[in-house]
Every structure is written in C-alpha cells, then in structure tokens.
C-alpha cells in the first residue's frame, strides 16, 4: 500500500509539473501563444523604455505607464502580430506627466497601473506613492497630454497615516474598468498590516481590499477581500513577496487577478506568476469594516487559472519575469480574443530583467 501510494504521489507531481500552454476553469479558458523582449536601453525622446508596470489597448493602440518617480510618464505602442506571434512591438510615443502642478508636484508618482478612457481621451492611473515618506497613494486624471484633471477620493484606511498602516510598496497597484463602463477597480499589492500578515512559505490568511470607485462622483462605493496564495519559493536570500499585480473584469463581479511572487537568491528565475480565475459574487462588503484580523468576512472565490511554471520551455529565455500588467487585447488572426500582459524590469536596477511581452488567447465559456 506504501509503494502505491509514493508511486501516486510521484505521478501526481510529474502531472502538475508538465509543460501546458492552456489553462481552464469552468469560466475561461486561457492559452500561451508567444512572447516578445522590448529592448533592453530602448530611448523615447530621451527617456528609456522601462519599468513597465501598467498596460491598456484601446483601437489599435497600447498605453504603458512607466513607474519611475522622478519623471512619472506613459507610452504609446503598437503591436503586429503573425498567426499566433507577436512579430514587433513598436513605441512610437511618450507622455510626460506635469509634475510641477500644484495637484502633483508635492506627490510621489509611483505609477502601478493605466485606463484609457475613449470617451475624451484621458487616462486614469494609480500611483503606489510612498507610505514611509507619508506620501498618499493617488487614483487620478489626466489629459492625453499628461496634465492633472481630477483625482478621486481614497477610503481613509488607504491612506498614508491611517492607523490601519498600509504597508510601503502595497497599496494601490492594478486597476480594472468595470464590467458595466459605470465604475473602476483598484486592487491593493498587499494586506493592511491591522488586515493580516505579508504571506509567507505556509498558508497565511493575507487579504488585499478591492474596491470599486464610482467614476461620476469619483469615490469608493463598495469593496471585497482576496486572500492572497503563500510564497512559492524558499528565497535563498532574505527577501520574498507574493502580492495582486494587475486585474480584468470579464463578466459582472468576476475577474482574472494576476498574483505576482519573487524569491531572492534564484537569480532571473525568481518570479512566480499566476492567473486566477474570481468570482466576487458572494463576497462581504469591507468598504465600512476596519480590520479583517478579527470581523467576519466571506473572501471572494479564487480558481487558478494559469501558472506560467507551466509556459517554462514555451517561453524564448525560459524565464516568466516581473509581470505587473494585464490587458484585452486586438482580435486574433484566429477571431479569438487575446490577453496582452507586460512586465516591470525596474530599470535593471536589481540585476538583468526583461521589458517582456505575452501574448495569451482568451476565451470565455458558454
């Protein structure tokens, strides 16, 4: 009976571990088709290409945010794709942001996240700004010309001071435009320290505040938990995190949420990135409850979706590298929907990083 049950085991685990482009929930089904490397020193106007932490496609055209404090900006994009490849990604455009408005100038722009708006061509981005320099997040306005229009207003729990302490680099970080065009989601990278614990190796109950803006009036009407998965590597060295990156809204209350991890000490193979699948449905409103440690709340319903350990010998530098951005993209020379996801090099500021393209069909079930 032992023997049988090692040889299970052993089966089991050579199953999960083998090669997959396709993902499936009883929702959506998703399928690995192609990456592509942005060069590396790319220079728009003099500004390099980099530190892409944000996407949104809208006619033929791609919008990236770069979160470089200093000169917060975005970029303009186009994609050719062949069959089932992306064949060149071509930056045509940078927009500055004005930095010396008064709504801007005294803010730490950490931009995480973008949505064009069609309707009159402005964007709508978050900004992570800097909670140990007591400097707010921001969800905010501005023109195709990078001029301040409006900026909503945050629950006081999100906020730099709030006793509810938010944790540096986890606050505002994707962003998604509501199933109905009426409102926006903006999704938390980490746990408010009073909510729960960073997660760790073990199983944690570490959950992240979505909440929903109500795009006239520009202020917070709902919100649900989403409990983030554990670490999944052992960091060799002392660093890891695993948090909410970028988020789509695909049918009422319903969402694919990327959770991106990294491990120190395993070089470009640090990074951990999957896409689940969530149904929101039946999750407790937290909007007006100040600390999930200890009131009750119902989590929204969370299905793995994708896990890009599965896309390793698809991948051209068998590398998933910092993926912080999510998008629908261009119909498919197929006629199928496609997925547009970007990473984050960070300026190769922490070793060697790809500004890293992937191209995903997309397909939602009957």
């Known amino acids: 009976m032992k023997k049988i049950f090692f040889l299970t085991i052993f089966a089991s685990l050579l199953i999960s571990c083998k090669s997959t482009r396709v993902g499936s929930t009883l929702n959506v089904q998703v399928r690995f088709l192609d990456d592509y490397n942005i ?6 106007r003099d500004t390099e290409v980099g530190g892409l932490s944000g996407i949104d496609y809208h006619d033929g055209i791609f919008y990236m945010v770069s979160d470089h404090p200093s000169n917060p ?11 089932e490849k992306i064949d060149t990604v071509a930056i045509t455009d940078v927009i500055l942001l004005d930095k010396q408005d008064e709504n801007l100038k005294d803010q730490h722009l950490d931009l995480e996240s973008i949505l064009f708006e069609p309707e009159n061509k402005n964007f ?3 900004s992570e700004g800097n909670i140990n320099s007591n400097k707010d997040p921001m969800l905010f306005k501005v023109s195709k010309r990078g001029n301040f229009i409006s900026s909503f207003a945050l ?6 001071e709030s006793v509810k302490e938010p944790r540096n680099n986890g606050t505002l970080e994707g962003l998604a435009a509501s199933f109905d065009g009426k409102g926006v989601w903006a999704a938390m990278e980490l746990p408010l320290v009073t909510d ?8 944690t109950k570490s959950p992240v505040r979505i909440t929903y803006f109500d795009k006239k009036n520009q202020t917070a009407t709902k919100q649900f938990p989403y409990r983030l998965e554990r670490i999944a590597k052992i960091p060799w060295l002392y660093f890891a995190v695993n948090g909410v ?5 695909y049918a009422p209350n319903k969402f694919l949420i990327i959770e991106r991890g990294f491990a120190a000490g395993h070089g470009q193979k640090g990074n951990t990135v999957r896409i689940f699948d969530v149904d929101a449905t039946l999750a407790t409103n937290t909007l007006d409850i100040n600390n999930l440690r200890v009131s009750f709340n119902n989590p929204a319903k969370k299905t793995l979706l994708y896990d890009f350990k599965w896309a390793k010998d698809f991948l051209s530098q068998e590398i998933i590298d910092n993926i912080e951005g999510i998008t629908f993209g261009p119909t498919l020379p197929n006629g199928k929907q ?11 500021s922490m070793g060697q990083q790809l500004n890293q393209v992937i191209l995903m069909e997309y397909n939602l079930k009957d």
Request: charged share 25%; net charge negative.
């Open 124 to 126: 709508l981005l978050s």
């Open 155 to 160: 629950p006081e729990n999100l906020l730099a």
């Open 39 to 44: 060069e590396d020193g790319l220079e728009i």
């Open 338 to 348: 496609s997925l547009i996801l970007i990473s984050d090099n960070n300026f190769n």
């Open 196 to 203: 729960g614990p960073k997660p760790k190796l073990y199983p």
């Open 245 to 249: 990156t970028d988020l789509l809204e």
């Open 73 to 83: 900006r975005i970029y303009v994009a186009e994609m050719e794709f062949s069959e």
